[in-house]
């Protein structure tokens, strides 16, 4: 009988092969949304269809069903065997070599049969691409020359790449082995902005399964090395992964020791050393005698330090302050009660006002600001400032109808290259809340950039400037910027800085957090959305609060509206009066 995960790869393989032919990515979409939702079923899904309740699973239509049928009764799709005639997984991974897209992929299938990166390189060496149509000497070398250049780019993966991946390995275990407890550890659980491999814990009755199964997941390129409680593997996007299987009584010990950081790790150990303790990724022990290990507790409490949560644990004094007993304040999701950045379909987000505060208010916010693009942001359909009128009506009327949630009337206002906003004066008074945002002109100097957002904050309807570095982690630098003389403004102007949740953003990071608590700046978390599930955002905005140590009084939406609209600006005061 196929099992769920059974099902689940057979789904992300179609997935992946539609995605190689060009396929509409919608149903690329449905195929994985469907394969995420059967591998966190906890009931097999023979049994869910045995009550006849497949068509109630989020996101599994008769088609699907029908398919989930089928695969249980014959332990194989009729659909996907034909697809991996054409697209076997291996040529998906091809596609990773730079240079190589779905049509060359395609091409070297059909022509040479070739069905992973390692037989695209022999090929190559051995001169039989250039026998291809539109392939030479020189194709040859490049494709040589991108592969190893895959191979030594050991460069670090950003969050918003290996957070999903984590999540999918642990579902994927979960499914295909008997797994105890799993849990990411590493820089992932610190919740850095970027990280050089992931790292999973797990327990289990049957180390051997697991190990045998880490090497099977789907989407793995190379087997590394595997052992009897180690394995890592190489993704087919080149990341590592690294899962380990340590004994119940050592987990806590071990997801202390492999979440780090190393330096965290150093200074308590130095700690624990003097007052005669040992610690290790086994446990905490006084001579021969082990004082514990099961949960991370366990390792702090021998030595009276107050643990801090994982994004904390880089050394920054969060051992100091737990040895002086000061308990972890740190603001979580849950203290968040609006957002004040989301996007609908008016500018480039994927769905209606209606459905984004419908989204928000699910979630539990208060509040929501609803700030699309101004016209400056042609291709992202900026509004007019008729079109963000009408939309500011539709807001009122959406206002009279709901009673549980209050929308403001916001905008996104870029700033232009000289500082100034893209909105006349009078427009932008009729907002609620107007934020801010650099989009263009990244290559300024830093005095130009400086100056230039100085302006902005100087704009007496400012509220907030989001994502104020304008970087995407691993693919865009942050604008050069006097960042102390950009705060030591927005501190006199009361005119917040934005912590943006999106995973690619993260801006303001962890370092500027610091700082703008030592100079008062006000800050907010939001999530950017443009879609409802982007809600789903806020964690890695919360996170990345928490690693700038923010307490929920340094982050503004933390706090109720009636109290929010008075603190923004003096001229939200005064419009509020
Ligand atoms: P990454 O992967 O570069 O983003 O950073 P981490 O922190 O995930 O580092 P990784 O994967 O090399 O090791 C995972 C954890 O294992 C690390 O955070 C702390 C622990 N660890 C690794 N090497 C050492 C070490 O030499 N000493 C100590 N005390 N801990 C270590
Ligand atoms: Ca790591
Ligand atoms: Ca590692
Ligand atoms: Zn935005």
Redesign the pocket.
């Known amino acids: 009988m196929a099992t769920n995960y059974d099902v689940a790869r057979i789904f992300l393989e179609i997935a992946e092969a539609l995605e190689l032919s060009g396929q509409d990515p919608y149903r690329v979409r449905a195929y994985r949304n469907a394969a995420r939702t059967l591998l966190s079923l906890e009931e097999p899904l023979a049994e869910i269809r045995r009550r006849g309740e497949l068509l109630s699973l989020p996101g599994i239509g008769e088609s699907l069903a029908a398919k989930i049928a089928e695969i249980l009764d014959s332990g194989r799709l009729r659909q996907h065997d034909e697809l991996m005639e054409h697209f076997p997984p291996g040529v998906a991974a091809m596609m990773h070599v730079p240079g190589v897209g779905p049509r060359t992929a395609q091409t070297l299938f059909r022509e040479l049969g070739l069905t992973s990166v390692e037989e695209l390189e022999h090929a190559a060496r051995e001169g039989r691409l250039r026998a291809l149509k539109g392939f030479g000497a020189k194709t040859e070398a490049n494709i040589l020359q991108n592969i190893a250049r895959l191979r030594t780019r050991r460069q670090?993966i950003p969050l918003a790449r290996a957070y999903p991946l984590a999540q999918q390995v642990i579902h994927l275990l979960r499914a295909a082995a008997p797994v105890r407890d799993i849990e990411a550890?590493?820089?992932?659980r610190?919740m850095?902005e970027?990280?050089?491999?992931i790292?999973i814990l797990v327990t289990s009755d049957d180390p051997a399964a697991v190990m045998a199964a880490v090497t099977r997941l789907p989407f793995v390129q190379r087997v590394l090395a595997t052992g009897p409680t180690k394995t890592s593997v190489l993704s087919e996007q080149d990341v590592q992964v690294?899962v380990r299987v340590v004994a119940p009584e050592n987990f806590g010990a071990a997801l202390q020791?492999?979440?780090?950081?190393?330096e965290h790790?150093?200074k308590l150990?130095t700690l624990a050393v003097r007052q005669g303790l040992k610690l290790s990724e086994y446990g905490i022990f006084r001579g021969d005698t082990r004082l514990g290990g099961a949960t991370e507790e366990e390792m702090y409490r021998p030595l009276g330090i107050l643990m801090y949560p994982p994004e904390l644990r880089e050394d920054r004094g969060e051992i100091e302050r737990g040895l002086a007993g000061v308990p972890p304040d740190f603001v979580e999701e849950r203290h968040l009660r609006g957002d004040l950045h989301v996007h609908t379909n008016a500018s480039d987000g994927r769905a209606s006002l209606r459905a984004m505060v419908e989204a928000a208010r699910e979630r539990g916010f208060t509040y929501v600001a609803i700030s699309d693009h101004s016209p400056a942001r042609g291709n992202a359909r900026g509004l007019s400032a008729a079109r963000l009128r009408a939309q500011a009506r539709e807001i009122r009327a959406l206002n009279r109808e709901l009673t549980d949630i209050t929308i403001l009337a916001a905008s996104e206002v870029d700033i232009r290259r000289d500082g100034t906003l893209d909105y006349p004066d009078d427009v932008l008074a009729e907002l609620d809340l107007c934020l801010a945002s650099v989009h263009s002109a990244f290559n300024l100097s830093r005095e130009e950039q400086t100056a230039r957002l100085l302006r902005a904050i100087d704009s007496p309807f400012l509220d907030i400037i989001a994502h104020p570095t304008g970087r995407l982690v691993g693919t865009r630098d942050p604008i050069e910027l006097d960042m102390r003389r950009v705060m030591t403004a927005a501190a006199a102007h009361e005119v917040a800085l934005e912590i943006n949740s999106w995973p690619e953003r993260l801006d303001l990071n962890d370092a500027h957090i610091l700082l703008a608590r030592e100079l008062g700046v006000p800050l907010v978390i939001d999530t950017d959305a443009h879609a409802p599930e982007h809600f789903d955002n806020l964690k890695f905005g919360v996170a990345t609060a928490r690693r700038g140590w923010a307490t929920p009084a340094d982050i503004l939406n933390t706090i109720p509206l009636s109290q929010l609209l008075p603190r923004l600006r003096r001229n939200r005061l005064r419009k509020a009066a």
């Open positions: 670090r550890a590493g820089s992932l610190r850095t970027d990280v050089g491999d790292d690294d020791y492999f979440t780090g950081s190393k790790n150093v150990r």
